[in-house]
T-cell receptor, first 113, second 113 residues
Framework: DAGVIQSPRHEVTEMGQEVTLRCKPI?????LFWYRQTMMRGLELLIY????????DSGMPEDRFSAKMPNASFSTLKIQPSEPRDSAVYFC???????????FGPGTRLTVL | AQSVTQLDSHVSVSEGTPVLLRCNYSSSYSPSLFWYVQHPNKGLQLLLKYTSAATLVKGINGFEAEFKKSETSFHLTKPSAHMSDAAEYFC???????????FGKGTHLIIQP
């Protein structure tokens, strides 16, 4: 198995632009998680899906952030408009169960200028 | 409710000496506990997990952790540090019910030659 796949690995954009991060979970996993990691705040859970349905989005910082999971093999995290304070590494993880072991992707390093 | 505290933000040891990374947790339920490792510019990788079986858990790369309910601790140890162990280590707790995973702030392990 290829593991969790994220794209792009690096993204540099200007303030105000729309950013879309993509994730392909491990086949057969029914839970998917989006995290953000910064030096200041550590690792934060943004949102998680179970069977493609968003279960808890309380970690999404504000309305500029949105996430979708149109099918079991694909999810997106969108930021519109982006701001410099959104600069972080964004991780996607998947799990075969609701809250068991999670398998992390390599992350997307986002820089908003 | 649940929480996890990693008692040291940085730990420095010499190569070949023992490693101890400390973690305390709180949980309203019988918890599942995990240790993840993150190497620079990489995603998180599961080292080991405790899910109410044996209290001494062995993981990858020679690491192990002992679940001590009376002390609410789940410290990570390794008998002999290797240079490749230099990384960030996260202690993670999962309670029960609707609780998801809660990550500690991380401990940065430095290996001195």
């Amino acid at each position: 198995d290829a593991g969790v796949i994220q794209s792009p690995r690096h993204e540099v954009t200007e303030m105000g632009q729309e950013v879309t991060l993509r994730c392909k979970p491990i086949s057969g996993h029914n839970s998917l998680f989006w995290y953000r990691q910064t030096m200041m705040r550590g690792l934060e859970l943004l949102i998680y899906f179970n069977n493609n349905v968003p279960i808890d989005d309380s970690g999404m910082p504000e309305d500029r952030f949105s996430a979708k999971m149109p099918n079991a093999s694909f999810s997106t995290l969108k930021i519109q408009p982006s701001e410099p304070r959104d600069s972080a590494v964004y991780f996607c993880a998947s799990s075969p169960g609701d809250f068991g072991e999670q398998f992390f992707g390599p992350g997307t390093r986002l820089t908003v200028l | 409710a649940q929480s996890v505290t990693q008692l040291d933000s940085h730990v420095s040891v010499s190569e070949g000496t023992p490693v101890l990374l400390r973690c305390n947790y709180s949980s309203s339920y019988s918890p599942s506990l995990f240790w993840y490792v993150q190497h620079p510019n990489k995603g998180l990788q599961l080292l080991l997990k405790y899910t109410s079986a044996a209290t001494l858990v062995k993981g990858i790369n020679g690491f192990e952790a002992e679940f001590k309910k009376s002390e609410t601790s789940f410290h990570l140890t390794k008998p002999s540090a290797h240079m490749s162990d230099a990384a960030e280590y996260f202690c993670v707790v999962r309670g029960g019910g609707a609780d998801g995973l809660t990550f500690g702030k991380g401990t940065h392990l430095i290996i001195q030659p």
